[in-house]
């Protein structure tokens, strides 16, 4: 049997899990919150398997929450069971150690297996929190360029080789070209061309 604790700031939301849980011979509801604090001050005292977190609440959010309940020694898996599925809710929660990440319209039986599969370690996240974080791996960060990059990008705009643009920064060509490369990466781009509209876009030149 797996051992709950619920943590939420609304009243009927915990009453409805619970009564959800307790229809299911696989779980125990051992105790809940309504808030960060007071979830930690719990969770030292029943020792749950798994914690169904939401992230905003007041006195204490739930990615601080996350993060106290690892720093006191806690050995529960992290659900995090909210409403919110933005990138600045989901990374800080990932990051933090949360095993997985629901939204609260999950159907009962799904939430159920993640409950289970929690447990067991494996991550879970809902279809939409999945695709957020891939989109999110998959868009290049927005890292600034050099004041070098830059300059060598905006003679490259003006039509000059690589040759003519070590020449002209009095550097030598192959340094241009790793100051391209830095570049592409920063951009998200492969080429030249790209590189330079990349770059008008973010008004570097």
Same mark, same amino acid.
């Given at each position: 049997?797996?051992?709950?604790?619920?943590?939420?700031? &609304?009243?009927?939301?915990?009453?409805?899990?619970?009564?959800?849980?307790?229809?299911?011979?696989?779980?125990?509801?051992?105790?809940?919150?309504?808030?960060?604090?007071?979830?930690?001050?719990?969770?030292?005292?029943?020792?749950?398997?798994?914690?169904?977190?939401?992230?905003?609440?007041?006195?204490?959010?739930?990615?601080?929450?996350?993060?106290?309940?690892?720093?006191?020694?806690?050995r529960a898996r992290v659900l995090v069971l909210t409403t919110y599925d933005t990138d600045s809710d989901v990374l800080p929660a990932i990051k933090a150690g949360a095993t997985g990440y629901l939204l609260?319209?999950?159907?009962?039986?799904?939430?159920?297996?993640?409950?289970?599969?929690?447990?067991?370690?494996?991550?879970?996240?809902?279809?939409?929190?999945?695709?957020?974080?891939?989109?999110?791996?998959?868009?290049?960060?927005?890292?600034?360029?050099?004041?070098?990059?830059?300059?060598?990008?905006?003679?490259?705009?003006?039509?000059?080789?690589?040759?003519?643009?070590?020449?002209?920064?009095?550097?030598?060509?192959?340094?241009?070209?790793? &100051?391209?490369?830095?570049?592409?990466?920063?951009?998200?781009?492969?080429?030249?061309?790209?590189?330079?509209?990349?770059?008008?876009?973010?008004?570097?030149?």
């Open positions: 049997m797996i051992g709950l604790l619920i943590v939420d700031d &609304h009243p009927v939301v915990r009453d409805g899990l619970r009564g959800m849980f307790a229809g299911d011979d696989r779980f125990a509801v051992l105790g809940e919150a309504g808030d960060g604090q007071e979830a930690l001050a719990v969770a030292g005292s029943v020792d749950p398997d798994v914690v169904l977190l939401d992230l905003r609440m007041p006195v204490m959010d739930g990615v601080s929450t996350i993060r106290a309940l690892a720093g006191q020694g806690s609260k319209d999950t159907p009962r039986e799904e939430l159920f297996r993640a409950v289970v599969a929690a447990h067991r370690g494996e991550s879970v996240l809902s279809p939409a929190v999945a695709g957020r974080l891939m989109g999110t791996l998959r868009s290049p960060a927005k890292e600034p360029l050099s004041q070098r990059e830059v300059e060598v990008l905006k003679l490259i705009s003006q039509g000059h080789s690589n040759r003519e643009a070590a020449k002209l920064l009095h550097i030598s060509e192959a340094t241009v070209k790793t &100051h391209l490369l830095h570049a592409y990466a920063k951009l998200g781009v492969r080429d030249r061309a790209a590189a330079v509209a990349a770059a008008f876009e973010r008004g570097l030149l």
